[in-house]
DNA sequence: CTGAAAGCGCTTACAG
DNA sequence: CTGAAAGCGCTTACAG
């Protein structure tokens, strides 16, 4: 590789100060510089194809103009991950513009690592941090806090008071299985996570269990079935229930990846979907409106979820402000799987 | 936040000097150093959680360990990208263990935007970078070429010799039709890409063609439909291709994605798949296994893929050599789409 | 085996 | 309006 061309490069061949060339280059306005000046600035930097080194840069300025995307999650989960690519659109069209790089970090579940993305922020390679999926209880949080350094969470974490962008998944999940009980279903089953990933999962639970409630329908532990995120453990859960001496009319699937598992059970029972029994899902990911029958589900924003996030960073960053959470709002789709067409 | 500890600190902690401090804690073994002032560095260092400065670090060694990885791509495609996050896993399975970061851009692949990846090198804020979908007319690649800088491509580029990772796509899309004319089929049609994107589409298109050939099957420019990698555009070339009047028996998609598109085309005009029309994807994402009929699809192996792009790299930063491109397996996977279970 | 010193390439008060 | 100089926090020949 040739040598890279430097500020004192430019500098000499302006005819200026390196000081002068730093202050063109960096368009500051507090200080007039002549026209003229200014011209054979950057005429220089065009000419050597100057480009400022940003370790350099990031060190005289102490920022790096880098944001930490941290992505907690089983690699499992993470090499299937329908919603994520819309996430990470979502960040990047809001870092990009605002001149911010976007580190994208992957934490395995049950990383015993000590170098996680408490280091980045040690060795000061980012100005803030987004992360999901973090647990609450999980040990670098308190130092994050302790350090005050910038951070927004995607996903609620009861027991701290960190900025944090979500979708209300109680609401939205009982405004899901209420769209089953309007259609007359007595026994609605839940398919859930059991990750132990943020409060996601328990609370699409207790978003079921409030509208089974709220309607006086019984809540029934055996209709509840856990998966790991994955479509076979959709798949496998099904299956249990349809086993039960008293199938449920309706399920409830925590997930669309989840429901579409579900869906291949119901199929291979021979029932057919929503006639025999209906299904719900979550999340509204791309294969939601193509499949047969397509899902009935609660639309999450996803490339919402990654620029909010990201503005939210970028505002503490600019102003100071730990801003407040922003709950984004969910839709219910009313498509093919809940019967509510037939 | 707090002032930072530095290396100075350490240094005055343990009573050595900066030197000391920086061979003890990067391992330095060219030169001996007291077990007893080994020991009180780290002690010192550990009292003090200090962590050396990442852009010092940068600025005084010439190198960030950190890597690009670079997506250009349409936002449309990139938020539905079922292929992405598998991807993403392999790098960051080979990055993180050998200490290196992933930067991650998104490229749209309209952008005009002078800010491209090109300013990731000479602002030198990487060391080594994987490209993923880059057009063999991209102006930035010449420089890349020029700085003799470390890239590894995503995908095959005629007209340069970069190192490159990916698959054989002619090969695999023609035993993919092969197989349908195996099963019978006669009247192939094909749904593939316009995008400029690499030549993966073309070489998809391709392989079928040379399949239809080899089994001096006529080419029917009417028998291929274009799409835009959305589930919808493979819904509509579908639907094109179920008006003709002589309509096919078999389609062979090019993605998984189009495919699930297209087979609910079929279902919406009555044909049962594979009874009354066979269909084969390629990918072989996540829902191709669970969706109704399962999808008979090429798999194409996208953890590896990041893999092997990220050793590449790493491979020469380290030795400075260039690898050999590496042509990665695929397999087709019978499922229930095609009729071969029949 | 250890330390003083130069250097990496920038920014930014400060003096003029 | 411009420049000499200190500083950001490391690394690394070099001398001892």
Known sequence: MTKKTSLTDVAELAGVSRTTVS???????????SEKTRQRVLD?????????????????????????????????RLRTDAF???????????????GYRMLVQVLEEDATSPDTYINL???ARIDGIILAGVRSDDPQLPKLRAENFPVVIW???????????DVDNVRAAQMAVEHLVSLG???????????LRSHESA????????????????????????????AYSGFEAMRSLLALSERPSAVFAASDVMALGALRAARDAGLRVPHDLALVGFDDVQFAEYVVPSLTTVQVPAQAIGATAARMVLDIIQTGNRPAPILLETELVIRESCGAQL
Chains 1, 2 share one sequence.
Do not use: K, M, W
């Open 23 to 33: 202050y063109v280059l960096n368009h500051v306005t507090t200080i007039h510089i």
């Open 44 to 76: 220089a930097a065009r000419e050597l194809h100057y480009h400022p080194n940003a370790s350099a840069r990031s060190l005289a300025q102490q920022r790096t103009l880098t944001l930490g995307l941290v992505l907690c999650t089983s690699h499992n």
């Open 84 to 98: 994520l690519p819309a996430v990470l659109y979502g960040v990047s069209s809001i870092t990009a513009p605002a």
């Open 121 to 123: 922020v040690h060795e």
């Open 155 to 165: 996903g609620q974490l009861p027991g701290n008071d960190f900025p944090f962008v």
């Open 185 to 195: 279903h007595q026994r609605i089953a839940c398919i859930t996570n059991t990750s």
């Open 203 to 230: 609370d699409r639970l207790r978003g079921y269990q409030t509208a089974l409630r709220a309607h006086d329908l019984p809540l029934d532990d055996s209709l509840v079935g856990y998966g790991n995120h994955s």
